[in-house]
């Protein structure tokens, strides 16, 4: 079946300027996750969604970073007034349900560059 | 606060040599441990699992230990290839008071190259 899709793959945009990166999950995957991997960090956790709601947003840089899901399924991560320090690839996995023990499926990714 | 490290940083080998990858984490209070590969460019690919209860986890060529109590885990590859080369990145989801929801805790990765 399909794997977690994300779009676009490749993002270049002006600092000041807002972007959307959006994520499909797998069909009939609860929980849905985006980390974010960039050159000094590492791969950082940013927010956690279980249907609709996000019980864990404590990774999230700062208030210009949100994200939303919508119909249990494709999730959105905004970033506004882009900064060249939020320059990295951003990631979104999923897993079957709540619990801890699931494996997470993670997507190809988008590569966001701010210039 | 939970922390990852994993040794070597990067690794050259030559074909069919057998390998090890470690990984340790500061907290033994897990749910479990991950081993991913990531290629180039691409995503993350998941490799084995390993619960906390558990002590190992085998798929082919990989073989995967956890130790919770010294915060040990290590990856064990067998008669290595050319197409192992990746970079090798360990992760745990934290034990925090049942509510962790899943969320992962990497390390640096280890940068493997197999050469012919």
């Known amino acids: 079946g399909a794997g977690v899709s994300q779009s676009p793959s490749n993002k270049v945009t002006e600092k000041g300027k807002d972007v959307e990166l959006r994520c499909d999950p797998i069909?009939?995957?609860?929980?849905l996750y985006w980390y974010r991997q960039s050159l000094g960090q590492g791969l950082e956790f940013l927010i956690y969604?279980?249907?609709?709601?996000?019980?864990?947003k404590s990774g999230l840089p700062s208030d210009r970073f949100s994200a939303e899901r919508t119909g249990g399924s494709v999730s959105t991560l905004t970033i506004q007034r882009t900064q060249q320090e939020d320059s990295a690839v951003y990631l979104c996995?999923?897993?079957?349900?709540?619990?801890?023990?699931?494996?997470?499926?993670f997507g190809p990714g988008t590569r966001l560059l701010v210039l | 606060k939970q922390e990852v490290t994993q040794i070597p940083a990067a690794l050259s080998v030559p074909e069919g040599e057998n390998l090890v990858l470690n990984c340790s984490f500061t907290?033994?209070?897990?749910?479990?441990l991950q081993w991913f590969r990531q290629d180039p460019g691409k995503g993350l690919t998941s490799l084995l699992l390993?619960?906390?209860?558990?002590r190992e986890q085998t798929s082919g060529r990989l073989n995967a230990s956890l130790d919770k109590s010294s915060g040990r885990s290590t990856l064990y590859i067998a008669a290595s290839q050319p197409g192992d080369s990746a970079t090798y990145l360990c992760?745990?989801?934290?034990?925090?008071?049942?509510?962790?929801?899943?969320?992962?805790?990497f390390g640096q990765g280890t940068i493997l190259t197999v050469h012919p």
């Open positions: 996995a999923s897993s079957y349900g709540p619990t801890s023990g699931e494996t997470q499926y």
């Open positions: 069909s009939g995957h609860t929980a």
């Open positions: 969604f279980q249907g609709n709601s996000a019980p864990d």
């Open positions: 907290d033994s209070a897990i749910y479990n």
């Open positions: 390993i619960q906390s209860s558990q």
């Open positions: 992760a745990v989801i934290p034990f925090a008071g049942g509510t962790s929801y899943g969320k992962l805790t």
